[in-house]
């Protein structure tokens, strides 16, 4: 798969999962869950008021004919959200318009949520002009300043959802701002156990290597240039950020500077969670919705 198109062809060849969207009562949010099911992606399960989720598929003119269930509020909306997933009769979740954080509390509820004992992280995903294969990015988007051993948990999880995606051996880039170890920037020595790790077996299933520099993970001249070799030199399937503030800093920029076509899913739970930024337009929202299709018929994160 080399872009979104092609994507979104293969979650309506698998076929459609039930999608848990909570709280739903938010015209994007409508529009998109509706926009993937006549895609042929998703069957839309909407949390929430069931009074205001009618008035405003009237209001813009969006066919309201999917299963509601009702919720006094966004709290109660991520709850029983959270717990069609857990039990069964939803295959994967969506963020509405609410705080990560209410939601989040649903899923890591030990009695009913969606953990696993793995840590959450973050994937986007990024098709760009300028460069030959889809772009994947962890973890712009949930651990703060993961240190190696959490990063290995993050390599984890990214590694088996690009199996999902048809990557059999992912080339991946332990980015940081330079391409030499130095024991005075903690990335860069990160990077030195990440590699040892994934010589020596803890993190199966990809090529890891690094540090390398932003320019010589992407781009094979810049890679020449420093005399680096190997097989992810300058043609990374995934980049590993040394912090959230790099990774988050990166997709914005390819989102708002290079109009960069993206989606993003947390991982590391049960199943799937779709949870976007809500400045996200719809299409970024129905990328993400098809990652989540592929990644359930894949089993990613299924125990």
């Known amino acids: 798969m080399r872009n979104f198109e092609d994507i979104i062809a293969k979650a309506r060849e698998v076929g459609p999962i039930r999608l848990a969207v909570a709280p739903a009562a938010e015209h994007g949010v409508l529009e998109a869950s509706f926009m993937a099911r ?34 006094q509020d966004d709290v109660e909306a991520c709850r029983l959200a959270t717990q069609h997933v857990s039990g069964g009769r939803a295959d994967a979740l969506m963020k509405g318009m609410v705080d990560t954080s209410v939601i989040l509390k649903e899923v890591l509820n ?14 986007a995903v990024y098709c760009l002009a300028a460069y030959p294969r889809l772009l994947y990015i962890t973890d712009a988007g949930m651990n703060i300043a993961p240190d190696a051993e959490a990063k290995r948990g993050i390599l984890n999880n990214a590694i088996e959802f690009c199996h999902a995606m048809g990557l059999e051996k992912p080339k991946i880039a332990v980015v940081s701002a330079k391409e030499k170890v130095d024991p005075h920037m ?78 993003g899913l947390i991982i590391g739970a049960k199943r799937p969670i779709v949870l976007m930024s809500r400045a996200d337009k719809a299409r970024v929202k129905v990328n993400s919705i098809a990652l989540a299709a592929l990644a359930v018929r894949n089993e990613v994160n299924h125990v």
């Open 186 to 263: 903690p990335s860069t020595l990160d990077a030195r156990q990440l590699v040892e790790w994934n010589r020596e077996g803890s993190i199966p299933g990809a090529i890891v290597e690094g540090p390398f520099g932003m320019d010589n993970a992407i781009n094979v001249d810049a890679a020449k240039m420093k005399g680096l070799s190997g097989d992810v030199a300058g043609q990374a399937d995934l980049l590993l950020m040394p912090d959230l503030d790099a990774g988050n800093i990166l997709t914005k920029a390819l989102t708002y500077f290079a109009g960069a076509d993206s989606a």
């Open 38 to 71: 006549e895609l042929g992606i998703i069957e839309p399960i909407l949390f929430g008021e069931e009074q205001a989720i009618r008035r405003l598929c009237e209001e813009h003119g969006l066919p309201c004919d999917a299963q509601i269930v009702d919720a």
């Open 110 to 123: 030990k009695d009913y949520g969606l953990r696993t004992g793995r840590l959450l992280s973050h994937i």
